[in-house]
Every structure is written in structure tokens, then in C-alpha cells.
């Protein structure tokens, strides 16, 4: 049986494709419950921790809705820097502190491997929130959710993804969940910005199409799929390198005349200047379904985590 009771979310490479699609099968059932405007009761009794050591709109707040939704109750220090870790306390020790007052800790660190770390100290499981330029595994359920919703399917897609594919994390573990179907990757960065080669040898020993460009144009043209991303400018050591590279794609709805009349653009969100606004009324651009189909998602990983 499939199950994911008791384990820790922490990158998107530790699922295996019956647990992706169980989380799947169990979102869909959430979203048509709360479409419904059912109340539901699966967690009553639970409380949740949420712990951000960086900025956070929807990830804090679709999971803390989400815990809501299923009945349970939320903790939460959103700026986790004004927690006692501004006193020096080691996030072991944060983390073993937490657990004696919540049954599952979500994450959100600025250091790669945080969320493997706190593991390491806790005895309840950890959500992974986003680990610096590292992981974000419950985005990449999320996003793949909203790729099958607007797509209807998801083998043999062509997903171009663009923008600073070194340090978004959204991206890595995109782009790992989805080595899990047919797919065809399209990787659209600056030469400074490219996918890791970890990920993209990782990528070809399943057997998955990988293809790197600096070119937007051929993106639109050809993909299914366009993921969009942020330069991450909180991960440059130097600033003009950032002022440099910031402007490198800018997708607007002249730019999208090119594209297949059925494609899905997305975006985790926050934007800054990479889609236009004139994007945003195009039946293609789902970024806003996106980051609303992070309820169901988070429901689903909650409640087959704690049950
Ligand atoms: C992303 C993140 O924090 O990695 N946001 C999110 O969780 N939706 C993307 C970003 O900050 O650019």
C-alpha cells in the first residue's frame, strides 16, 4: 500500500510516481470537497507549525489554510528571524523545541539541505518549504497538479522552463517530479543561470529529453508548457551581476502571437517584471489558478502525512 504516514517531504527526487499520483488523486478530492463547500474534520485535534526563515506569501499561507480546511489548527512564527534563533539557537534545537508542541513542522530556510537537517532532529515530519537554492518539493506537486488540470495530461508534453534555473528551487524539483512522466524539457536560462548538471544528468539517466537554450523566442514557439521564474536575486553575491541579468526575459502577450493557441504559462509567483501584464487576462495564463491550487495540494500532503 501506498502511504506516506509519519515520512518527511523534503525534496521532490524521494518520490517514487504511485506516491506523486496518490497525492494527485487526493488534491482532486479536496479541491471538489471544498468546491462543494463541505467541512471537513480529517485533522481535527492536529496542530500544524508553520516556521519561516524567509519571505513567504502564498507557501505560509496555502498551508496554513490548508491545515484550517482540514480541521486543524495552525502555529506559525512567519518571521522566523524574530524567533529565538536571532539569539543564536541552532535550528536543531529550534526544530526539537516545535515538535513538543506540533505533529508536522513546515519549513522555510535561507540554507540548502535545512529541511534535511531539521529531519535529522525531529521525530515529526518536516515539510520542506523551500531550502535556499536547494528544493521546494510541495510546489513542484502543486505545480504538476495545475500542469495535469490545464493540460489534461501530461505525457508527452513539451514544459520549457525559464529564467534563473540555478538557484530557483521551484524549478529543480519541477523539473525532477516531472522526470516521472514523458515529458520533454526545454531549459531557457542566461550561460550564468543554467540548470545545475546534477539535475540535468539526473534528468538523463531516466531516459528524459533535455534541451538548453538562451533563446525565450524558441520557448514560446514550440512548448506546452511555459514555466516562468524570477531572477533570485537574494541568492547573488554580487549585486551587479543581479542589476545585469534581471531583465533577461520578459514575457509579453506580443511575444505569446507565436506561441500554440493551447499553451499553459505558469509562474510560482512573486513575479517581478518576467510576465507583463497584459499576459494576465489570456485564457493560457494559469498563474493565479496555480498558486490557488496550492490548497488542495498542501490538504492532500497533510492529511496523508498525519494520518
Ligand atoms: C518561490 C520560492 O519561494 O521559491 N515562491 C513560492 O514559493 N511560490 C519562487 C520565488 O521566490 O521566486
Given at each position: 500500500m501506498i502511504t506516506l504516514s509519519?515520512?518527511?517531504?523534503?525534496?521532490?527526487?524521494?518520490?517514487a510516481k504511485p506516491e506523486i499520483e496518490r497525492v494527485l488523486e487526493v488534491a482532486a478530492k479536496h479541491e471538489k470537497a471544498l468546491a462543494a463547500g463541505k467541512t471537513l474534520s480529517?485533522?481535527?485535534?492536529k496542530v500544524l507549525a508553520t516556521l519561516f526563515f524567509e519571505p513567504s506569501t502564498r507557501t505560509r499561507l496555502s498551508f496554513e489554510t490548508a491545515m484550517l480546511r482540514l480541521g486543524g489548527q495552525v502555529i506559525s512564527v512567519a518571521e522566523a528571524k524574530t524567533s529565538s534563533a536571532a539569539k543564536g539557537e541552532s535550528l536543531a534545537d529550534t526544530i526539537r523545541t516545535v515538535e513538543g508542541y506540533a505533529d508536522a513542522i513546515v519549513l522555510r530556510h535561507p540554507e540548502t539541505g535545512a529541511a534535511e537537517e531539521a529531519a535529522r532532529a525531529a521525530r515529526v515530519p518536516i515539510l520542506n518549504a523551500g531550502d535556499g537554492a536547494g528544493q521546494h518539493p510541495t510546489q513542484s506537486l502543486l505545480d504538476l497538479y495545475t500542469i495535469k488540470k490545464e493540460?489534461?495530461?501530461?505525457?508527452g508534453l513539451r514544459v520549457a522552463l525559464v529564467g534563473d534555473l540555478k538557484n530557483g528551487r521551484t524549478v529543480h524539483s519541477l523539473a525532477d517530479v516531472l522526470s516521472n512522466y514523458g515529458v520533454s524539457f526545454l531549459f531557457v536560462a542566461p550561460a550564468a543561470l543554467r540548470m545545475p548538471t546534477a539535475i540535468v544528468e539526473r534528468l538523463q539517466a531516466k531516459g528524459i529529453s533535455v534541451a538548453e537554450t538562451d533563446d525565450l523566442g524558441e520557448a514560446i514557439r514550440t512548448a506546452d508548457v511555459l514555466y516562468m521564474t524570477r531572477?533570485?536575486?537574494?541568492?547573488?553575491?554580487?549585486p551587479a551581476e543581479y542589476e545585469r541579468l534581471k531583465g533577461a526575459y520578459i514575457l509579453d502577450r506580443a511575444a505569446l502571437a507565436?506561441?500554440?493557441?493551447?499553451i499553459t504559462v505558469m509562474h510560482p509567483l512573486p513575479r517581478v517584471n518576467e510576465i507583463a501584464l497584459d499576459v494576465d487576462d489570456l485564457p493560457g495564463a494559469a498563474y493565479f489558478r496555480q498558486s490557488a491550487n496550492g490548497v488542495p495540494v498542501r490538504m492532500a500532503l497533510l492529511s496523508l502525512v498525519l494520518e
Amino acid at each position: 500500500m501506498i502511504t506516506l504516514s509519519g515520512k518527511d517531504v523534503l525534496r521532490a527526487d524521494q518520490f517514487a510516481k504511485p506516491e506523486i499520483e496518490r497525492v494527485l488523486e487526493v488534491a482532486a478530492k479536496h479541491e471538489k470537497a471544498l468546491a462543494a463547500g463541505k467541512t471537513l474534520s480529517t485533522l481535527r485535534g492536529k496542530v500544524l507549525a508553520t516556521l519561516f526563515f524567509e519571505p513567504s506569501t502564498r507557501t505560509r499561507l496555502s498551508f496554513e489554510t490548508a491545515m484550517l480546511r482540514l480541521g486543524g489548527q495552525v502555529i506559525s512564527v512567519a518571521e522566523a528571524k524574530t524567533s529565538s534563533a536571532a539569539k543564536g539557537e541552532s535550528l536543531a534545537d529550534t526544530i526539537r523545541t516545535v515538535e513538543g508542541y506540533a505533529d508536522a513542522i513546515v519549513l522555510r530556510h535561507p540554507e540548502t539541505g535545512a529541511a534535511e537537517e531539521a529531519a535529522r532532529a525531529a521525530r515529526v515530519p518536516i515539510l520542506n518549504a523551500g531550502d535556499g537554492a536547494g528544493q521546494h518539493p510541495t510546489q513542484s506537486l502543486l505545480d504538476l497538479y495545475t500542469i495535469k488540470k490545464e493540460q489534461g495530461h501530461v505525457d508527452g508534453l513539451r514544459v520549457a522552463l525559464v529564467g534563473d534555473l540555478k538557484n530557483g528551487r521551484t524549478v529543480h524539483s519541477l523539473a525532477d517530479v516531472l522526470s516521472n512522466y514523458g515529458v520533454s524539457f526545454l531549459f531557457v536560462a542566461p550561460a550564468a543561470l543554467r540548470m545545475p548538471t546534477a539535475i540535468v544528468e539526473r534528468l538523463q539517466a531516466k531516459g528524459i529529453s533535455v534541451a538548453e537554450t538562451d533563446d525565450l523566442g524558441e520557448a514560446i514557439r514550440t512548448a506546452d508548457v511555459l514555466y516562468m521564474t524570477r531572477i533570485q536575486k537574494e541568492r547573488f553575491a554580487d549585486p551587479a551581476e543581479y542589476e545585469r541579468l534581471k531583465g533577461a526575459y520578459i514575457l509579453d502577450r506580443a511575444a505569446l502571437a507565436a506561441a500554440k493557441p493551447s499553451i499553459t504559462v505558469m509562474h510560482p509567483l512573486p513575479r517581478v517584471n518576467e510576465i507583463a501584464l497584459d499576459v494576465d487576462d489570456l485564457p493560457g495564463a494559469a498563474y493565479f489558478r496555480q498558486s490557488a491550487n496550492g490548497v488542495p495540494v498542501r490538504m492532500a500532503l497533510l492529511s496523508l502525512v498525519l494520518e
